[in-house]
């Protein structure tokens, strides 16, 4: 039987990009791995997702949580460079 964590392992996010997906989205984590698993494998995909980050990361520095966009800003730096600015 698969864990979350060995689906997090398996997936070619890291566990800070699945849960600003499901942060985003609004949606479980199982969900949001499912859906950005998906979503890195074409040039739209991770288009989308580095918007999402990049997104929830301004609403959070609009509402006054500049430690959690911090956070956000770094995981989409990250994601960035792993995988390119496209």
């Known amino acids: 039987m ?5 689906c997090i ?3 070619d996010l890291k566990e800070e990009e699945i849960l600003a997906i499901a942060e985003c ?3 479980p984590i199982v969900t949001a791995l499912e859906e950005g698993e ?4 074409t040039t ?3 288009k ?4 999402m980050i ?4 301004e609403i959070c520095e609009r509402m006054g949580n500049t430690v959690h966009a911090q956070h956000l800003n ?3 730096d990250a994601f960035i460079k792993r995988f390119g600015k496209h």
């Open 44 to 46: 739209q995909g991770r």
């Open 9 to 11: 392992d398996f997936s």
């Open 2 to 6: 698969l864990t979350l964590r060995d």
């Open 74 to 76: 770094r995981v989409h």
């Open 38 to 41: 998906s979503m890195v494998h």
């Open 25 to 27: 989205e609004q949606i």
């Open 54 to 57: 990049k997104g929830q990361a």
């Open 48 to 51: 989308r997702i580095a918007f």
